[in-house]
């Protein structure tokens, strides 16, 4: 059974930083593709960041330059490094895996099959 669990959230005022964290498990971590998507109140999930199992690295416009994702194959972790945080970044975020490649799946969160329970993040001014 695919199980992913974020860690990381919190409150932080703007221009911070916070790191996010995902343990997965029961699956092949370095095989399957993951991603961060986030959902604010009254607003669809969007995609934040993805990377494929090559390594590969895909992120929004949005935060582009201000936040990295990265894995640990060997202790089954992803992360999603985030500095100069805006309070428009504040929601709550999800870590989502899926065994396809990114190119196929895109940041598109239909497209992804596994989901954790999310983490909170919360940007003040």
């Known amino acids: 059974e695919v199980q992913l669990a974020e860690s990381g959230g919190g409150s932080v005022q703007a221009g911070g930083s916070l790191r996010l964290s995902c343990a997965a498990s029961?699956?092949?971590?370095?095989?399957?593709?993951m991603g961060w998507f986030r959902q604010a109140p009254g607003k669809e999930r969007e995609g934040v960041a993805a990377?494929?199992?090559?390594?590969?690295?895909s992120y929004a416009e949005s935060v582009k330059g201000r936040f990295t994702i990265s894995k640990d194959n060997a202790k089954n972790i992803l992360y999603l490094q985030m500095n100069s945080l805006k309070p428009e970044d504040t929601a709550m975020y999800y870590c989502?895996?899926?065994?396809?490649?990114?190119?196929?799946?895109?940041?598109?969160?239909?497209?992804?099959?596994?989901w954790g329970q999310g983490t909170q993040v919360t940007v003040s001014s």
């Open positions: 989502a895996a899926d065994w396809s490649s990114g190119w196929v799946i895109g940041l598109k969160s239909i497209n992804w099959h596994y």
């Open positions: 029961g699956y092949t971590f370095s095989s399957y593709c």
């Open positions: 990377i494929d199992s090559d390594g590969s690295t």
